[in-house]
């Protein structure tokens, strides 16, 4: 067999200035480096898009550098190894490595993990089985520091993240489990998912539809927040004293530009954390990989038994992916967004 020279890829074409759009990205050919040692060639099978990729568009210093002009992008993907120059990885292995947003990679095999198809399938592991539902486990346990008996309120409840939260916390004894998401659609899907009550947050005030969600419940011991904005103002209006709140996201607000006069506001009740005596923590996933183990042993059962539900929205062709990605901000997903290099 012979081996590829050259990849497609995407590489970002200028920073977005609020929503990207398509001209953001440039889908080009690039020519492959040469095997190094301790290198492994990789034709990639699934690739992710997620919502922290908005933030690298960006040229500003945060946790993980921006991305470059006129260079590849990247993110999570599964692939098969082709060729190796790596004692211990063979080609036919698969891997999990962070060289999405292509078709082939090079690079270090100390980057990339090994999984099973055989357990599940390649995008499971950019899932449930991978950083996301790591996010929704350590936000939730570790951060938010969950326990038997607590309601909890999920905003973003039907992506990939918070569908997950939910059913975490349900298996774990939550006595009550809130979702907020975006259509009449998702709020039934949450339901599905055995959350004990969801409501569209377009049908009028995030606070207002919270209160009445929470039925006969005083107010919720845990927010888990990938939306920020007016989610995180209702959820301090409603935790109980004591109440914990995981800070994963702010999905609301990535796209704001202010330049444009549009810019992003703080909750305007925090004061009330003080009173309440709240402990408000912002995490990110990879503090927490400590744990990837201890939650893979949680959840493989729970996956097998039917239990817990990945729910995945499958985009088909490397050329798609850019626009996937647009899409997934818009809310265009339930659950994961991948793309399947089929």
Known sequence: ????????????????????????????????????????????????????????????????????????????????????????????????????????????AQAAKKVDLSLAPATAYLGALGMTGLTAYAGLLKVAEFKAGDVVFVSGAAGAVGSLVGQIAKQLGAS???????????????????F?????????????????ALGDEPGIDVYFDNVGGEHLEAAISALNPFGRVALCGAISQYNLDPASG??????????????????????????????????????????????IHSEETVVHGIENTAQAFIDMLGGANTGKMVISLD
Do not use: C
């Open 262 to 307: 549009n810019a992003p506001s703080g909750p305007r009740n925090l004061a009330l954390a003080i009173g309440k005596q709240l402990s408000i923590k912002g995490f990110i996933v990879g503090s927490y990989a400590q744990y990837a183990d201890e939650y893979a042993q949680f959840l493989a059962p729970l996956l097998a038994a039917g239990k």
């Open 1 to 108: 067999m012979s081996l590829p020279t050259s990849t497609r890829q995407f590489e970002l074409a200028s920073r977005p200035e609020g929503w990207p759009v398509a001209e953001n990205f440039r889908f080009a050919e690039a020519e492959l480096p040469t095997l190094n040692e301790g290198e492994i060639l990789v034709k990639n099978l699934a690739v992710s898009v997620d919502p922290y990729m908005r933030g690298r568009m960006n040229d500003v210093k945060s946790y993980v550098p921006p991305f470059q002009l006129d260079q590849p992008l990247e993110g999570g993907a599964v692939g098969e190894v082709l060729a190796s120059r790596a004692a211990g990885t063979e080609p036919g292995d698969v891997v999990v490595h962070g060289l999405g947003w292509r078709e082939h990679a090079v690079l270090p």
């Open 196 to 212: 004990d009550a969801a409501f569209n947050y377009h049908d009028g005030p995030v606070k207002d539809q919270l209160k009445a």
């Open 176 to 194: 009550r489990v809130i979702g907020s998401a975006g259509s009449p659609e998702k709020v039934a899907k949450l339901l599905n998912l055995g």
